[in-house]
Nanobody, 121 residues
């Protein structure tokens, strides 16, 4: 069974920084892509950033130049460094993993439980 456990959320003032971490556990051989989504109250969940096992990255326009996604394939962990945070970045941030291969099993997608990020003005 694959589990994604997030950490690093919290309350920060506008202009500040936070670093989110997400570790995947279970009998995992490889994960194709890992990323972060966010959902603000009353809004749909949206992609923030994603990174493939080969290091290709994709960012939402709203976070380009401020957020950096990275991953450690050996640890099945993905990070999101968030700088110059704005109040509109306030949301629950969810870790996502796609294309998870294990010993004799395959899981197309998994989600973390979410971590709250609140940016005060």
């Amino acid at each position: 069974q694959v589990q994604l456990v997030e950490s690093g959320g919290g309350l920060v003032q506008a202009g500040g920084s936070l670093r989110l971490s997400c570790a995947a556990s279970g009998s995992i051989i490889s994960i194709n892509a890992m990323g972060w989504y966010r959902q603000a109250p009353g809004k749909q969940r949206e992609l923030v950033a994603a990174v493939t096992s080969g290091g290709n990255t994709n960012y939402a326009d709203s976070v380009k130049g401020r957020f950096t996604i990275s991953r450690d394939n050996a640890k099945n962990t993905v990070y999101l460094q968030m700088n110059s945070l704005k109040p509109e970045d306030t949301a629950v941030y969810y870790c996502n993993a796609q294309g998870i291969s294990g010993w004799g099993v395959y899981k197309s997608e998994a989600w973390g439980q979410g971590t709250q990020v609140t940016v005060s003005s």
